[in-house]
């Protein structure tokens, strides 16, 4: 069963930056594709980024492209997204989300679709 362990959010201001982690178990990090979803309230969940098992191929929503980066660390069955300059409309609900890399045709795929189990998440609240 996966287990999913999210870390790092928060309150900060416009600008600022946040770094959350994710620890998954149940499962070797080795053959799974990797993202983090948001879900704000009253939207829709989103795909913000997805990495693949071996980190080559990595795909950010349009909201986000230059400002996040998402890493992985498949040693420690942890993956990380770097969060610059964050804005009020990033806030949100933030989950990582696990998909057999054989799963999924691309991890574009996998964002844009929400493919894949996901934990609880993390607050992440922009704000002055």
Known sequence: QLQFVESGGGLVQPGGSLRLSC???????????????????????EGVSCISSEGGSKYYADSVKGRFTISRD????????????LQPEDTAVYSCAAEAQEDISTVRAMCVLLRGS??????VTVSS
Not at 118 to 123: H, P, S
């Open 74 to 85: 498949n040693a420690k069955n942890t993956v990380y997204l770097q969060m610059n300059n």
């Open 23 to 45: 620890v998954i178990s149940g499962f070797t990090l080795d053959y799974y594709a990797i993202g983090w979803f948001r879900q704000a309230p009253g939207k829709e969940r």
């Open 118 to 123: 996901w934990g609880q998440g993390t607050q």
